[in-house]
T-cell receptor, first 117, second 111 residues
Framework: AQSVAQPEDQVNVAEGNPLTVKCTYS??????LFWYVQYPNRGLQFLLK??????LVKGSYGFEAEFNKSQTSFHLKKPSALVSDSALYFC???????????????FGQGTTLQVKP | SQTIHQWPATLVQPVGSPLSLECTVEGTSNPNLYWYRQAAGRGLQLLFYSIGIDQISSEVPQNLSASRPQDRQFILSSKKLLLSDSGFYLCAARSSLGGYTFGSGTRLTVV
């Protein structure tokens, strides 16, 4: 079964420091991986996705993620954290079934990022 | 680009009362539609998905049902709410180009 795991409930970093939010995946075949961010009482906002190509994917708000096939990981990174980056982050994998446009997103449990001034 | 409208934003309902949450999509046609529930501010659980009008699949057995009477309308319902139905409900759409968009969510509290 396809799944993703986010091993950290919370990540704390100081403003200006680099941040990493971890995600590992388990899929059969080629993975389609996503990162989303959620601010309190809001919907999810898309950050970036990996479908194929370069292992380093650049996304919104200065975030990037590195796809590592040998470690089955897709960690989210940012070189310099901002206080406004504090939010709940979700890793997700696309679960495809049959043919065509019927995929479902399967989410990890989420990691709360706290960036302190 | 596609936009999702969800309402209401918050809802407080007594146990045993009915529920109807509505989601509409703009900017795309024939999207796949999804209802997710987020409990305790954490993980997202897929409840229902739909690949077309009146085509609904349920992911988990529960007290809720979903309907899709029109291409861009997706409704989440219950005849009698339970305390355990409380949570944050998110509607999502996937366009034919593969992009996912989420609504702003409905906070349901069953009292």
């Amino acid at each position: 079964a396809q799944s993703v795991a986010q091993p950290e409930d919370q990540v704390n970093v100081a403003e200006g420091n680099p941040l990493t939010v971890k995600c590992t995946y388990s899929v059969s075949g080629n993975p389609y991986l996503f990162w989303y961010v959620q601010y309190p009482n809001r919907g999810l906002q898309f950050l970036l996705k990996y479908i194929t190509g370069d292992n380093l994917v650049k996304g919104s708000y200065g975030f990037e993620a590195e796809f590592n096939k040998s470690q089955t990981s897709f960690h989210l990174k940012k070189p310099s954290a901002l206080v406004s980056d504090s939010a709940l982050y979700f890793c997700a994998v696309l679960k495809t079934h049959g043919s065509g446009n019927t995929g479902k997103l399967i989410f990890g449990q989420g990691t709360t990022l706290q960036v302190k001034p | 680009s596609q936009t999702i409208h969800q309402w209401p934003a918050t809802l407080v309902q007594p146990v045993g009362s009915p529920l109807s949450l509505e989601c509409t999509v703009e900017g795309t046609s024939n999207p796949n539609l999804y209802w997710y529930r987020q409990a305790a501010g954490r993980g997202l659980q897929l409840l229902f998905y739909s690949i077309g009008i009146d085509q609904i699949s349920s992911e988990v057995p529960q007290n809720l049902s979903a309907s899709r009477p029109q291409d861009r309308q997706f409704i989440l319902s219950s005849k009698k709410l339970l305390l355990s139905d409380s949570g944050f409900y998110l509607c999502a759409a996937r366009s034919s180009l593969g992009g996912y968009t989420f609504g702003s969510g409905t906070r349901l509290t069953v009292v």
